[in-house]
């Protein structure tokens, strides 16, 4: 059985760019605002079920409050995969 090995150097356009650690920061800043903004809906559910659910009982404002957070939790994990 032979074997044979290529070894070529990637082509100067493939090459990773030298900000690469630019848009490597700014994209990780960007989630990091991005979870943020979920960690705090979610810590102040109640707060907004009291206000934006006032119509209903408690524990339906809580469970609608929550089920705005779990849309919107799905939509930005879909937020890629859609095509215009």
């Known amino acids: 059985m032979a074997s ?3 070894t070529t150097a ?11 650690w ?3 920061g700014a994209s990780s800043l960007g989630t990091v605002f991005e979870w943020y903004d979920f ?5 102040l559910a109640v ?8 119509g209903v009982n408690d ?4 469970i ?3 089920a705005a957070f779990a849309e919107a939790a799905g ?6 995969r859609r095509t215009a």
């Open 75 to 80: 939509d930005q994990s879909g937020e890629n």
């Open 47 to 54: 707060i907004i079920s009291a206000q934006f659910f006032s």
């Open 64 to 66: 609608f409050a929550l």
């Open 22 to 24: 630019l848009v490597i």
């Open 59 to 62: 524990t339906t404002g809580f």
């Open 4 to 6: 044979t090995s290529a």
């Open 39 to 43: 960690y705090l809906y979610g810590l």
């Open 10 to 20: 990637l082509p100067d356009d493939l090459e990773a760019p030298q900000d690469a």
